[in-house]
C-alpha cells in the first residue's frame, strides 16, 4: 500500500493545469520592465529634441545679423573668440528651455569665434532625466547631450569710386523720342543741349523748356537713388564708403574733379550727387571740344584709389564705376583712330583700364549707349557724327557686334561687371545693379 504524501506528491507532478498562470507571472516582469524602459527612453528623447532645439536656435541665432556677436565682428581686426556671442547664444538657450522640466542640466557651453569673413557658434550641451522604471534595475537617470554649429558669412567693407561722365556728349537725349524732338527744335538739327555760357538761347535751356530728358539728368537721378541703395544695404555703420567724379566743370578746366571725397556719409553724398550736371562751354568748339580725355582722366583717378585690402573694416575692398558713353575726344598722339587734327575721336583704350584692375581694383562699367545721330547735315553733307563717331559706332543704336565702343567698353571691366544701358533700360537700375552685384560677389580675400 502506497505512503499517502507520495501518492499526493505525485498527483501534484501529474497536475499541469497551473503551469501557464506561473510561466506568464515569470514573464511578465520583463515584459514590464522593457516597456518602462520605453517610457523612461522615450521621455527622456522628447527632452533631448527639445534642448537640441534649443541649441540650434542659440548657435543660429548667435550669428544672425542682428545678434551682438555680428555687431562686434564688425569692428574686430583680427580673428578669434566673441565674448558677447557665447553670452548671447547661452541666454538664448536657456530662454528656449524655460518652463521645461523633467531634467538637470550639467552644463551648457557656447562659443563664437570669427576666422576671415566665417562667424561659427558652437553650442553644446549635457544634462541627466530621472528615470521611473529603470529605477528598479539600478538606473536611476540617463545621460543626454548633443551639439549644434552654425556658420554665417560677414559682409565686407567697400569703397566705391565713382567716375561720372559729365562731357557735352552726355547732353544728348536719354532715348530716341528726346533726341528726335531735340533735332525738330533745332535750326541746325543738333541732338546735344549744349550748356553754352555764352549763349543765353543756349540748347541746355531749351531741353528744359522742351522737357527733354538727357543722360546727364538721368545719371544725377541715378547717383542719388544709389545712395540710398547702399544705405539701405549696408550692415555695419561705415560698411560703404563713396566717392564722386566727373570730367571738370568747364571744358576749359577739363579734367578729374572731385564732387564729393570719399566718406561713409552716404546722406551727404546723396546730395553731392543732386550738383551733378553737364559740363559748361564757351561756344562752340571751345577747348577744340576735347573734354573727353580718358588717357589723363583713367590714370588720375587710377592715383586716388589706395591699394585694394581684403574686406576689413580697416582695409575695405576698392571698386571703380565708370558711367560713360565710351568715345574719347581728347589730345591724344597715341588716338585708337585716325586724328582730326590734334583732335583724337576713338573708343576708349582698355588698356587704361587695365592699368587699374592690375591692382585689385575692380571695374564696374556702365556704358551709356552711344546713340545714333543724324548722319546728314542741313545742307545734306555729312554730318560730323556720320564722318567721325558712325565708322566704329556701326548698329541702330551702336550695341552691335561692330560696335567697336561698346566692345572696348566691355574689355574695360572686370569679368561680369560690364553693364549697357540702352534706350528703353534705366541708369538707375544699371547702377543698382551694378552696386548689389558688388556686394553679393565681395569676399574677404585674406
Not at 569692428?75 to 566673441?82: C, E, L, Q, S, V
Not at 566727373?246 to 576749359?252: L, R, T, V, Y
Amino acid at each position: 500500500m502506497a505512503h499517502p504524501f507520495s501518492e499526493l506528491s505525485g498527483r501534484f507532478r501529474r497536475d499541469s493545469r497551473g503551469n501557464i498562470a506561473i510561466i506568464f507571472a515569470l514573464a511578465l516582469l520583463p515584459v514590464l520592465l522593457a516597456i518602462g524602459c520605453a517610457v523612461d527612453y522615450g521621455r527622456a528623447a522628447q527632452i533631448r529634441s527639445k534642448m537640441q532645439s534649443a541649441a540650434d536656435a542659440a548657435s543660429v541665432g548667435s550669428v544672425s545679423k542682428a545678434s551682438p556677436a555680428f555687431v562686434a565682428a564688425g569692428a574686430m581686426t583680427t580673428d578669434g573668440p566673441i565674448a558677447v556671442g557665447g553670452t548671447d547664444a547661452t541666454n538664448i538657450f536657456n530662454g528656449n528651455m524655460a518652463g521645461q522640466s523633467g531634467y538637470t542640466l550639467n552644463a551648457v557651453n557656447a562659443t563664437v569665434s570669427k576666422s576671415g569673413a566665417i562667424l561659427t557658434s558652437t553650442v553644446t550641451f549635457s544634462a541627466q532625466v530621472a528615470t521611473t522604471f529603470m529605477n528598479i534595475i539600478g538606473h536611476r537617470t540617463l545621460a543626454i547631450g548633443g551639439t549644434s554649429v552654425s556658420t554665417s558669412s560677414m559682409p565686407v567693407y567697400i569703397d566705391f569710386y565713382l567716375l561720372l561722365d559729365n562731357s557735352p556728349s552726355m547732353g544728348v537725349g536719354a532715348t530716341p523720342a528726346d533726341v528726335d524732338l531735340m533735332v525738330k527744335n533745332t535750326p541746325d538739327k543738333c541732338a546735344f543741349a549744349c550748356h553754352d555760357v555764352k549763349d543765353e538761347n543756349n540748347y541746355y535751356k531749351l531741353a528744359k523748356k522742351l522737357k527733354v530728358t538727357t543722360r546727364i539728368d538721368v545719371l544725377r537721378d541715378a547717383t542719388e537713388k544709389l545712395m540710398v541703395t547702399a544705405a539701405d544695404t549696408a550692415v555695419y555703420p561705415n560698411q560703404f564708403r563713396m566717392a564722386i567724379y566727373d570730367f571738370g566743370a568747364s571744358a576749359q578746366t577739363a579734367s578729374l574733379r572731385s564732387l564729393f571725397s570719399l566718406s561713409s556719409s552716404l546722406s551727404s553724398a546723396k546730395t553731392a550727387a543732386g550738383d551733378i550736371d553737364l559740363m559748361k562751354v564757351s561756344n562752340q568748339n571751345d577747348n577744340n571740344d576735347q573734354d573727353t580725355s580718358y588717357s589723363t582722366l583713367l590714370p588720375a583717378i587710377d592715383k586716388l584709389i589706395a591699394a585694394p585690402g581684403p574686406g576689413t573694416s580697416d582695409s575695405p575692398q576698392k571698386y571703380l564705376l565708370f558711367v560713360s558713353d565710351g568715345v574719347a575726344d581728347e589730345y591724344n598722339p597715341s588716338c585708337l583712330k585716325k586724328r582730326n587734327g590734334n583732335r583724337c575721336q576713338s573708343p576708349i583704350n582698355p588698356a587704361l583700364c587695365k592699368a587699374i584692375t592690375d591692382r585689385g581694383v575692380k571695374v564696374a562699367v556702365l556704358y551709356t549707349t552711344y546713340l545714333a545721330l543724324p548722319l546728314k547735315q542741313v545742307d545734306g553733307t555729312p554730318s560730323w557724327y556720320a564722318t567721325w563717331i558712325d565708322p566704329f559706332n556701326k548698329g541702330p543704336y551702336g550695341p552691335s557686334p561692330n560696335s567697336e565702343i561698346a566692345n572696348n567698353m566691355k574689355a574695360c571691366a572686370s569679368p561680369g561687371f560690364y553693364f549697357e544701358v540702352s534706350p528703353t533700360d534705366g541708369i538707375a537700375d544699371a547702377m543698382n545693379a551694378i552696386f548689389k552685384k558688388a556686394v553679393a560677389d565681395a569676399r574677404i580675400t585674406s
